[in-house]
T-cell receptor
């Protein structure tokens, strides 16, 4: 059974810092990995999608990497801003099933 | 292009009642998936529909059911509500629901069972 873990559960940093969020998964048989952002009480916003054949994806200040063999992904946020405060979730699409398996998320707070 | 919409946004029901939630996918998207989000269990997959057919189902009791209409809109029904059904219910749509598709989520329906 695929399990997705995100560490740390919460992170608080001052504005302007670069930071890394971690995601690990137990089964490397995945189609892709997706990073989402969730604001309190809201739905999920897709940030980046990395296919299993890719190593990384970039969008603006965000860079996500994928190491399928070791079961790890990282989300790098450059020059953090207070507006980046949210919960960040990673999810893997597992082979043989049309569904996403989510981690519990990292609650990120950027202090002005 | 309008995003995924869900109605209603908030619902309060009592134990034993039933509830129907609605999801309208992004125009042109044919795959709709439903997820339940709770503080304890996180996000869990309920089911996925494509062209009016359920393609996948998660590990939820039969009280949870759904359907999809010819215009790709989907409804989810929960019968005989229990306190533990209180959650944020999210639907997501994608173009074909293939393994390379990005899933786009709606704002969710917050269900409270009293």
């Amino acid at each position: 059974k695929q399990e997705v873990t995100q560490i740390p559960a919460a992170l608080s940093v001052p504005e302007g810092e670069n930071l890394v969020l971690n995601c690990s998964f137990t089964d490397s048989a995945i189609y892709n990995l997706q990073w989402f952002r969730q604001d309190p009480g809201k739905g999920l916003t897709s940030l980046l999608l990395i296919q299993s054949s890719q190593r990384e994806q970039t969008s603006g200040r965000l860079n996500a990497s994928l190491d399928k063999s070791s079961g790890r992904s990282t989300l790098y946020i450059a020059a953090s801003q207070p507006g980046d405060s949210a919960t960040y979730l990673c999810a893997v699409r597992i082979q043989g099933a049309q569904k996403l398996v989510f981690g519990q998320g990292t609650r990120l707070t950027i202090n002005p | 292009k309008a995003g995924v919409t869900q109605t209603p946004r908030y619902l309060i029901k009592t134990r034993g009642q039933q509830v129907t939630l609605s999801c309208s996918p992004i125009s042109g998207h044919r795959s709709v998936s439903w997820y339940q989000q709770t503080p304890g269990q996180g996000l869990q997959f309920l089911f996925e529909y494509f062209s009016e057919t359920q393609r996948n189902k998660g590990n939820f009791p039969g009280r949870f059911s759904g359907r999809q209409f010819s215009n790709s809109r989907s409804e989810m029904n929960v019968s005989t509500l229990e306190l533990g059904d209180s959650a944020l219910y999210l639907c997501a749509s994608s173009f074909l629901g293939t393994t390379t598709d990005t899933q786009y989520f709606g704002p969710g329906t917050r269900l409270t069972v009293l």
